[in-house]
């Protein structure tokens, strides 16, 4: 298991660092030419169900690969998706800003809307089981998170300075990057060989 999880991070992660500066570069151009807080809601409601999307499509995917099993990668992705989304795109960005003062308030959207989550979850397994795609969607799944993360602390904090801005990119690239690939590959091929062994026995 650790070779398998050592190879897929060495394809993947020049993905990651590359998205992961891309998203960095594009919101700091916006934020100087656009107002781009005062759509952070509405953009957030936007790039978090896509971040599910895509993470959902590798999960799946990564799952699917090393373990044939179409019903238990579908139940991967889904879960996967959702619970680390959450935790990269509001869970960290909310703790992070409140471990630098910055004051912001919580909302969870796989709580407060639910159906509309799940469903996209679905959706997105269902392509990664079928399309078997990791390497495109894993950027753009660490790439729409960064705008997540990034748009959940401008929308739902209160106000923030210079500095803040800059602590904020801090929180962002540790809220999407362990994450991130936490679920698109540790956690699926983990999870594979954990249900690999209770079989065996």
């Given at each position: 298991?650790?070779?398998?999880?050592?190879?897929?991070?060495?394809?993947?992660?020049?993905?990651?660092?590359?998205?992961?500066?891309?998203?960095?570069?594009?919101?700091?151009?916006?934020?100087?030419?656009?107002?781009?807080?005062?759509?952070?809601?509405?953009?957030?409601?936007?790039?978090?169900?896509?971040?599910?999307?895509?993470?959902?499509?590798?999960?799946?995917?990564?799952?699917?690969?090393?373990?044939?099993?179409?019903?238990?990668?579908?139940?991967?992705?889904?879960?996967?998706?959702?619970?680390?989304?959450?935790?990269?795109?509001?869970?960290?960005?909310?703790?992070?800003?409140?471990?630098?003062?910055?004051?912001?308030?919580?909302?969870?959207?796989?709580?407060?809307?639910?159906?509309?989550?799940?469903?996209?979850?679905?959706?997105?397994?269902?392509?990664?089981?079928?399309?078997?795609?990791?390497?495109?969607?894993?950027?753009?799944?660490?790439?729409?998170?960064?705008?997540?993360?990034?748009?959940?602390?401008?929308?739902?904090?209160?106000?923030?300075?210079?500095?803040?801005?800059?602590?904020?990119?801090?929180?962002?690239?540790?809220?999407?990057?362990?994450?991130?690939?936490?679920?698109?590959?540790?956690?699926?091929?983990?999870?594979?060989?954990k249900t690999h062994k209770k079989r065996k026995n």
């Amino acid at each position: 298991m650790k070779n398998e999880i050592i190879t897929e991070l060495k394809e993947h992660v020049p993905f990651t660092a590359g998205a992961t500066a891309v998203a960095i570069i594009i919101t700091s151009f916006l934020l100087l030419k656009e107002n781009l807080i005062a759509h952070a809601v509405s953009l957030f409601y936007i790039f978090h169900p896509l971040h599910i999307l895509f993470s959902s499509i590798v999960s799946a995917a990564i799952f699917y690969k090393y373990k044939n099993n179409a019903f238990l990668a579908l139940g991967a992705g889904i879960v996967l998706s959702v619970l680390v989304g959450s935790i990269s795109d509001v869970i960290f960005p909310y703790i992070g800003s409140l471990a630098f003062n910055i004051p912001t308030s919580f909302h969870l959207p796989a709580i407060e809307n639910a159906y509309f989550i799940f469903s996209v979850a679905i959706f997105g397994s269902l392509i990664g089981i079928f399309t078997k795609r990791t390497k495109f969607p894993h950027f753009l799944h660490v790439l729409i998170s960064v705008f997540a993360s990034l748009l959940y602390i401008f929308a739902y904090s209160i106000e923030f300075s210079l500095l803040d801005l800059f602590l904020i990119f801090i929180i962002t690239s540790i809220s999407v990057v362990i994450p991130c690939c936490l679920s698109d590959i540790v956690l699926p091929i983990a999870l594979e060989k954990k249900t690999h062994k209770k079989r065996k026995n």
